[in-house]
Nanobody
Framework: QVQLVESGGGSVQTGGSLRLSCAAS????????MAWFRQAPGKEREVVAA????????VYPDSVKGRFTISQDNAKNALYLQMNGLKPEDTAMYYC????????????????????WGQGTQVTVSS
């Protein structure tokens, strides 16, 4: 099991920035892929950033590319999401997630990778 706790959400105006943090703890299992996904009311979940923990390669969907940056601090067991240029359509609950097991073949932005996530942190962007 992996326990994940998100923080850093809030309310900002269009064009503003937020930095989300995720603290990871738990068993000896070390995920090889971690991500942030979001869910807005009435919409499907969307992975907005993923990072391979060994090497730090990152993947983003076009909807956030160039605006969001995922990073990790392995010494602190922490994951971050820097969000710049926020838009009202970014309003959602944001979740930190960890891949449920090694060796899966899904693309990094595929939700089927992820078996652990936290309680979420709300991001609201007003126009």
């Amino acid at each position: 099991q992996v326990q994940l706790v998100e923080s850093g959400g809030g309310s900002v105006q269009t064009g503003g920035s937020l930095r989300l943090s995720c603290a990871a703890s738990g068993s000896t299992y070390s995920p090889d892929l971690m991500a942030w996904f979001r869910q807005a009311p009435g919409k499907e979940r969307e992975v907005v950033a993923a990072i391979y923990t060994d090497g730090g390669s990152t993947v983003y969907p076009d909807s956030v590319k160039g605006r969001f940056t995922i990073s990790q601090d392995n010494a602190k067991n922490a994951l971050y999401l820097q969000m710049n240029g926020l838009k009202p359509e970014d309003t959602a609950m944001y979740y930190c997630a960890a891949r449920k097991e090694h060796g899966l073949w899904y693309f990094a932005l595929d939700l089927r990778n992820y078996g652990f996530w936290g309680q979420g942190t709300q991001v609201t962007v007003s126009s």
